[in-house]
Structures are given as C-alpha cells and as structure tokens.
C-alpha cells in the first residue's frame, strides 16, 4: 500500500499507527516520545495578536466602515426575530416576504443586541465574533506548515491567515448580520478537528474516532441547521472522507458517522422550525421545493433563486473567474477579488505537471517519490473538502457570499500549491508572497449598504395610529420595509399583499386567500405602506383586493437606516372600491 509521507505506516497486530499531531514522534523503537515543545507554543505576544488584537481590529473596523444598512437587515435580520419572540407567524402575511419562513433562531440575540445597545457597541460585538475566523484559520495553516518543516512557519501561518481574512466576502460583512463569517467559525473548527487529530483515524481506537467524527459532524450541523445553505460544506467534509487513505470500508464508516453528527447539530438548531414547517404546510422546507411537497398556501415550483447559476458547460468552467472580472454574475453589487482565480490557474498548472510527469519516460522514477506524485492524506482530505465545496456551492447556489469559507480557505489552498510547484524553500516564499499581495493589492471588498451611524439603530420617526388594535397595514412592492414592524405597535397586523412570494396579484395561492379573507372581515382603518417608486405596483395590487388608496398625496418619512436610497416610504390610507 502507498502511503503518504506524513504518515509513517509501523505494522503492529495488523494496525497501522499513524503520527500527525506536532507534539509527538515515533521513534525507532515504536515508542511515543514528547517531542520538546518549546519551540512549538506559540510565544505570549502572538497568542494576544492572533486573539485578541485581530478580532479587536475586525471590531473596530466594523464601526469605521459605518452602520449596517443592507437588504436583508431590512428584510428580515431584525423582523424575524421579533416575530418568532411574539408569535406572529399566524398575526402577520407574509412581511419578509420569502424569508418570513428562515429559521429566526440564530438571529435572536442580535434582535436582543439592537434594541438594548447602542449601535457601534452592536457592530463591534459582531466584527470581534468575526475576526475569532483568524486564529482558526492560523491553526488550520500550521498543521500543514509544521509537518511540511517549513521555516518561518508562524510568519507564513500569519500571512495565510491574514490575507484569508482580508478577503471581499469577509470584509463586506464585518459587523453585519449577514452570518456567513459567523458560521464559518463552526465549519472552520470542524475542519480543524479533523485536521489537528487526523492520527486517530489510523490507530485502533474506536472510541476516539466516532467521538472526534461525531463531533466534527455536530459543528457543521449547527451551521447547516441554522442556514440552510451552508450544507454545501457538510457535504463537501462528509464526503472529502474517501480521501483518506484508508480502506473503503473505514472511510465509508468514517463518512457515516460524520453524517449522522451533521443530522444531530441540524436537529439542534432546526429541528424545531422544520416541525414547526410541517405542521403549518406541510412543507418543512416551506415555501422551498413546494413543487415537491405541493402545500397550497405556496405557489406549485421550488422557490430556488436560480438568477446566479451558470447556463452551460463553459460557464460552469470559467465561473471562478467572476470572482475577478465578473462579479455581477455571481453577486447583486461589483467587487474584486483574485483568490479563487488564481488558486484556480495554480492547481490547473499543477494537475498539467502531474500528467506531463506520468507520461513522460521518467515517470518511474516519479513514482518512487509519493511526496510528488501523491497528495498527503490530510492535503487530499483538504483538497477534496475545497474541490467537492466549491462544485456544490456551483450547482446549488452560485452566490458569492456563500462561497466565503472558500474564500477564507484560498491562501492555504495557494500556499499547498506552491508547495508542491517548487523545491526550494525560498522560492516558495517568494511565490507565495507575491500571490498574497498580488491579491491584497486588487483587492476591492463588496458593500451591502452603509450609513453613518445615530443614536439609534434605524432612525424612524413613524406615523402615528389613533386605533391600533382595530388598523391593518398593507405592504406592497418588493422593497425591504419589515424592519419597520416592531417599531410600531405590536397590536397592530401587517399583511403584505404583493411581494416576491406573491408577485402577481391575478395568481392567487393559500396566503393570498387568507389575506383577502382577513380584509372581507376587517371593519377598522386599514393602511399601505410602500416605496414611492413602486406606487403604479401598488395600485395594482390594491385593485386586485378591491382596495383603492386615498386621493391626493400621501405622508411620507424616510428613516435614518435609508439615508442611502433615494426614494422615500409612503403611509397612506386605503378604502374599498365602490
């Protein structure tokens, strides 16, 4: 059997006894020996830079690049919350539109955090939480660049891990509420996990294994569990098991265990929302894939957001190079970034080394050095978490802020390329070097939105209700208003009458028959509230419920949270068409 070189195979009653962690050595005599460790503890100052100082500047950072204004703030990061903690999934129509039905549970203590703290205080909290990403990142580098007797490993650990964070997804979304770098830290631990204790696989302890493999599954089921994207990476380690090198029967028992720890953190964190689901429509992805579970309070097709997915082979094949030169084919809003590309080009030349060396005349000579021709295990473990990721995150999604942890991951990734491109040390740490700030210096992070920052989180000086347990406020267009909702009066219902869940008015499915059921019975005031830009979308859907809106001009106000956009909000009142 060809074994990697990080792992020495010693024959023992038939068990192989593989050495990864740092810490120890085999020696000749097959006796585990502490190796002297003084060297390998990181001294005091770097565990309070790697600590301490990187996610106090991913905090402070977060407040220089001022308040929190995006889409999905405004949608539903704030709304949700709210109506889970008040019971509104029965009171109110559809107000976040789509997103009404995400799991609100990850999002409860920021709800928390925006109506107790002042604003900065809630941004600095998330860009901290944000920047525990860099020494995770940091341990995952050092397991590779420790057994590769790398010189200068801790500096090349630093620039890995740094130019990782400094990346467009990850810089965008300090002290948002985006979470896809706060769920990164569950996916980043469980890959370190399997990483830093990869040793147990090849020894006879059971035991050990299933913990530390449950384990591991459980982190990327709590991430899986609280956004459902994420499951590209449960796959992607699930599945990245086979490239261990052991037998089949070891990697498929290993793979196993991994899944059932991904369904036991899933269950955690949303098995009560998926039931809630089932119970409400009969759909516990509800209102996604109703194709398939047909709930009639839902359109019959999937709700997918296929706007990002390539369209043909060719697409599929280039769409990395949206990170650089086409980024509105994958995002809503333009930035730069040549991690993945580049990453890309250097595996392409990689893999052309490979074939060219095995089917050249000296490719027996090749073969007798398995550190050339053969990734290491936890590099093909590595590898093939990225590469099975990536493809997933390509056929499912297409999205680029979901491809973050990718993002985080591409220096390393560059690094173990340039590793196995050249043999000399310093050549290495040139290329790698010029690769990172090659990166760094292109670099064009994305903005959601942002606006400087007030005394409160959103700014919004309401209209006042004289009635509010006898008024109705209708929503319409397709505009981001619900973080208006908690704001007013809780007796108050909103009912959204057209959004993207029920776009068209003539078309009606299970809400909008409940909705126009609630209207025919309503005897009090009733209001629509929409973006002066998407009057003529109101009046539509008005009409299609026998609603017309007052004459003349409407009041309107616009919060501080929107001083980036230029339409106003309109509050007026509605009556019944004669």
């Known amino acids: 059997m060809n074994h990697s070189a990080w792992f020495t195979p010693m024959y023992e009653n038939d068990l192989y006894l593989f050495i990864l962690n740092s810490e120890y050595n085999i020696t000749t005599q097959g006796q585990m020996n502490t190796r002297s460790i003084s060297d390998e503890r990181s001294p005091l100052v770097l565990t309070i830079f790697i600590w301490l100082i990187v996610p106090a500047l991913t905090g402070l950072t977060a407040i220089w690049m001022g308040q929190d204004a995006n889409w999905d703030l405004r949608n539903y990061h704030y709304y949700n919350p709210y109506a889970f903690l008040n019971d509104r999934l029965s009171f109110d129509a559809l107000p976040s539109q789509i997103p009404t039905f995400y799991n609100p549970l990850f999002y409860v203590p920021y709800y928390y955090a925006v109506t107790w703290l002042p604003p900065k205080a809630v941004a600095f909290v998330l860009g901290v939480v944000q920047g525990f990403n860099f020494p995770i990142l940091f341990a995952i580098s050092r397991i590779f660049l420790t057994h590769q ?121 949303s098995g009560f929302w998926l039931a809630e689901m089932w119970r409400r429509f009969k759909n516990p992805l509800f209102p996604y894939f109703n194709d398939v579970f047909k709930s009639p309070m839902a359109d019959i097709w999937d709700y997918r957001d296929i706007g990002f997915l390539p369209t043909t082979i060719g697409e599929a094949l280039m769409r990395v190079m949206s990170f650089a030169i086409e980024p509105l084919a994958i995002a809503e809003v333009p930035f730069t970034d040549f991690r993945l590309p580049l990453l890309y080009i250097l595996c392409l030349i990689l893999m052309t080394r490979w074939v060219s060396n095995h089917l050249a005349p000296v490719a027996a000579s090749w073969k007798k050095r398995p550190q050339d021709a053969v990734l290491p295990s936890c590099e093909r473990f590595f590898v093939a978490f990225f590469v099975i990721s990536y493809l997933v995150w390509l056929k499912m999604f297409s999205i ?26 310093k050549a290495r740490r040139i290329a790698a070097m010029l690769c990172f700030g090659f990166i760094l210096c292109t670099l064009d992070p994305a903005t959601w939105g942002r606006v400087e920052w007030g005394d409160d989180y959103f700014g919004a000086d309401l209209p006042q209700i004289d009635s509010p347990e006898q008024t109705i406020i209708l929503m319409t267009g397709t505009d981001p208003i619900s973080y208006l909702i908690p704001l007013f009066s809780p007796q108050i219902r909103f009912l959204r009458i057209q959004s993207y869940f029920n776009l068209f008015p003539k078309k009606r499915n299970g809400y909008d028959e409940w909705m126009a059921d609630i209207l025919d019975k309503h005897a009090g005031p009733v209001f629509v509230l929409y973006r002066s830009s998407d009057r003529d979308a109101t009046v539509s859907a008005l009409e299609s419920y026998g609603l017309e809106l007052q004459a003349g001009l409407c009041p309107w106000f616009k919060p501080r949270i929107e001083n980036n956009l230029d339409d106003v909000l309109r509050f007026c009142k509605v009556y019944r068409i004669q």
């Open 149 to 269: 007797n790398v010189t200068h490993s801790r500096a090349i650990g630093l620039g890995i891990a740094l130019t990782g964070v400094i990346g467009a997804s990850n810089i965008s979304e300090f002290g948002t509420m985006f979470s896809d770098n706060l769920l990164s830290l569950l996916i980043l631990a469980s890959l370190w996990m399997i990483l830093r204790h990869a040793s147990l696989f090849f020894t006879p302890n059971r035991s050990l294994q299933i913990s530390l493999v449950l384990a591991a599954g459980t982190l990327a089921g709590l991430a899986f569990g609280l956004k459902q994207p994420t499951v590209m990476y449960a796959i992607g380690l699930c599945a990245a098991f086979f490239a261990f090198r052991l037998s089949f029967r070891q990697n498929f028992v290993l793979s196993f265990l991994f899944g059932i720890g991904v369904l036991t953190g899933m269950a955690v964190t």
């Open 400 to 425: 680029f802020r979901y491809a973050l942890v990718l993002e985080l991951l591409a220096p390393l990734g560059i690094w173990l390329a340039v590793y196995r491109l050249f043999r000399s040390e």
